[in-house]
């Protein structure tokens, strides 16, 4: 019998939606502008900046990260990387 573990890393993020209003507004991008240039949908970016998006996917801030010119990090209050190990 062969067992198996895969090491999941699982990403708990509190965004900070200020820092992220903050890095568009110097770019002096609107919401609009940056859902073009980021792909993401303006209704979510909206969301995250009134702070009512309450599940978010670790891709779609990303995405938004890359296109501000910044890193994930920077729009965080609280990161933290939990590892899981899951047997198969």
Known sequence: MKV??????????????????IARVEKGWTITK???ESGVNRKTIGEIEKGS????????IEQ?????????EDFCS?????DK???E
């Not at 998006?53 to 779609?60: D, E, V």
């Not at 938004?64 to 994930?72: D, F, P, R």
């Not at 609280?78 to 939990?82: R, Y």
């Open 78 to 82: 609280q990161f933290e990387v939990i």
């Open 34 to 36: 940056l859902a073009t």
């Open 64 to 72: 938004i990260a890359i296109t501000l010119g910044k890193h994930v």
């Open 4 to 21: 198996t573990r895969q090491l999941i890393k699982e990403y708990r993020l509190n965004i900070d939606k200020k820092k992220l209003q």
């Open 53 to 60: 998006k309450k599940r978010l996917r670790y891709s779609t």
């Open 85 to 87: 190990e899951e047997v």
